[in-house]
């Protein structure tokens, strides 16, 4: 089942082929409206759309952009409100996804009670989890919940299960932006990166054109029937060239000038899904477009230049994604041949390394499963054991990120840097974490579990974080640089007090005075506040250039000393 935030539609595999199902009226496709009557009656689908500009208060359409979500936590605004209804989006959805069961069981003359539930990539956990208990309300057991653009790759891939590609899938709907880049092979899909924003879609468009005409015919721009025009005007444009609204004549140039911002805001998540998943345009096989908004010829001419390649058509841009959740049911169903699906980590995974830095072990976007390991020394003489942090994030500092669980590596103490513990990452395809850290001097290993924290983590604080990490990146850098700064310094200090001590009597006054005013200076750095690297770092070098004479004079006095000591001299 295709969930949608416009539309919505229901298949079965039948045979061995998955078919997508008409209503009694032979459509394949059902809005995704319900209207409450002040009978107590509900209607779903195109009845309850026609009520919409008659009935908006009682009109319920475009809940996929309120279910799972806080109030307030949406900028956008309905023209309903769900709390006078008395019912929830999980409820509304629950009345969708009641009418599409009753679809199918009128195609099939037998009762359906499994489903498969597409829902956007970016959907987090309580968005998830909204949409499996409306499936829930309308009597199903919801045996999967799909990410959209895995959907609509297993469309597109079912007959080439024998070829090795890689895709991406550009989905612009009503009220969602999804890209995912996909790998295929050996009947294996493969999620490499994922990006989109789950409030942008043709909604949007047909809002700024309804404003557009409400300038021009000094109307109300809130006007329910102006933005069901807009959106008959917007669908009209992408085959005509011009049409006309009370005497007004509207260009595809104008809907274009208004669509260019939109579609440009589409644009950045492309760019990071490609850097995600670590590939240039060229290598794609083919950009495949899903969504009704992709049916504008704006946006496959937007496409077909950001990707350098003429977009992919061949699947029915409305159907793609409930094509793809039919066959996945058909896969659990066993009536269709086995394909694998496999998941990416949305967060990097580290541990804390001197200094409080974060250190990444596996990066965001890795597939799973995953192994990854490092070396790691002590920092300080005769420590006899290691503290590792185990974290996850995209912030620099370690503080930043989310701590996953801590082990203690014991070993014989020794010098600094003597130590030699491997640390190793190993992801398995449940996302579930197993640190392994060993002593490889004494080869003594110290093993932990992490249960489901890999792709666990709700999405929302996901994007969130990823959000933080580009926000904070120039001060994340500055700390970073403070940090490494901050340790050279430390160690700087007490070398050039021994020197000094040592060879005081070797070097002028003027000397020793130069080596400890800048020395004071450092140690004010440091103990300051401030945090300033830069400073830090340009007063470290000074000291480090005005000791070298003392540099040079303790070597020459060591090579004295170990002369003598062999009585050459
Ligand atoms: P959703 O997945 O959000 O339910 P769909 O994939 O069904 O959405 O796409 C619905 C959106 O596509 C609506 O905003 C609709 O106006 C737009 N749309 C449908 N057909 C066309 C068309 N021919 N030209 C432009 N936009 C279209
Ligand atoms: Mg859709």
Redesign the pocket.
């Known amino acids: 089942m295709d969930l ?4 919505s539609l229901v298949g079965v595999v039948d045979s061995g082929f998955p078919i997508l199902l008409a209503d009694e009226n032979g459509n394949r496709s059902t809005p ?1 409206a319900v209207c409450y009557d002040h009978n107590g009656s509900i209607q779903v689908g195109n009845i309850a759309l026609r009520q919409r500009a008659l009935n908006p208060s009682r009109t319920v359409t475009s809940v996929k952009r309120l279910i799972g979500r806080r109030g307030g936590e949406s900028d956008w605004r309905p023209h309903y409100n769900l709390s006078e209804l008395g019912v929830t989006p999980a409820e509304v959805s629950a009345e969708i996804l009641k009418r599409l069961k009753s679809i199918a069981e009128n195609a099939l003359e037998q009762n359906v009670s499994r489903a498969v539930i597409t829902v956007p990539a970016f959907f987090n956990d309580a968005q998830r989890a909204a949409t499996k208990k409306a499936g829930e309300l309308a009597g199903l057991t919801v045996e999967r919940i799909l990410s959209e653009p895995t959907a609509a790759a297993l469309a597109y891939g079912l007959d080439k299960l024998d070829e090795h590609q890689k895709v991406a899938v550009y989905d612009l ?4 932006f999804d890209i995912s880049i996909l790998e295929m092979r050996d009947g294996v899909f493969q999620v490499l990166a994922t990006a989109g924003d789950t409030q942008l ?3 949007d468009l ?1 809002q700024a054109l309804a404003c557009f005409l409400a300038e021009k015919l000094s109307r109300p721009a809130t006007d329910l029937h102006l933005l069901e025009a807009a ?1 008959s005007i ?2 009209r444009l ?1 085959t005509d060239d011009t049409t006309e609204f009370h005497g007004v004549t509207i260009t595809r140039g104008d809907l274009e000038k208004l669509a260019k911002p939109w579609l440009d805001r589409t644009r950045q998540h492309c760019l990071r899904a490609l850097s995600d998943a670590k590939i240039k345009p060229g290598v794609l096989d083919e950009v495949i477009l899903v ?3 992709t ?2 010829p704006l946006v496959r001419q937007f496409v077909a230049e950001l990707f350098g390649k003429e977009p992919n058509t061949s699947q029915n ?2 159907e793609a994604i409930a094509l793809g959740a039919t066959i996945q049911a058909g896969i659990l169903a066993g009536s269709l041949r086995q394909v694998l699906l496999l998941d990416v980590t949305p967060l990097s995974l580290g541990i804390e390394t001197f200094g409080g830095l974060m250190n990444i072990i596996i990066p965001r976007n890795t597939t799973l499963p995953a192994k990854a390991g490092e070396m790691f020394t002590n920092a300080v003489a005769n420590q006899d054991i290691m503290l590792i942090r185990i974290l996850q994030g995209e912030r620099e500092l370690a503080n930043d990120n989310w701590e996953l669980g801590r082990i203690e590596v014991p070993f014989p103490g020794g010098p600094k840097g003597s130590a030699r513990v491997g640390v190793q990452f190993s992801l398995d395809a449940d996302g579930i974490l197993h640190v392994l850290a060993r002593d490889t001097v004494t080869n003594s290993d110290t093993n932990l579990e992490i249960r489901g924290t890999a792709i666990d983590v709700a999405d929302e604080r996901v994007e969130q974080m990823i959000a933080e990490s580009i926000e904070f990146a120039f001060d994340d850098m500055n700390e970073r640089i403070w940090t490494e700064a901050k340790l050279k310094a430390e160690e700087l200090l007490p070398a050039v007090e021994a020197a000094l001590t040592q060879l005081g009597d070797a070097i002028t006054a003027d000397e020793a005075q130069t080596v400890r005013q800048h020395a004071a200076n450092v140690r004010e750095l440091l103990d300051g506040t401030d945090h300033d690297a830069k400073a830090l770092k340009t007063a470290t070098q000074l000291l480090d250039d005005a000791t070298q004479t003392l540099a040079v004079l303790l070597l020459d006095r060591a090579m004295e000393e170990s002369l003598a000591r062999r009585g050459i001299l």
Request: hydrophobic share 5%; net charge negative; proline share 4%.
């Open positions: 949608g935030t416009t539309n995704s709907g009503g009220g969602t879609g043709g909604d047909d959106e917007k669908k992408s969504g009704g908004s049916r504008m841009p409305d």
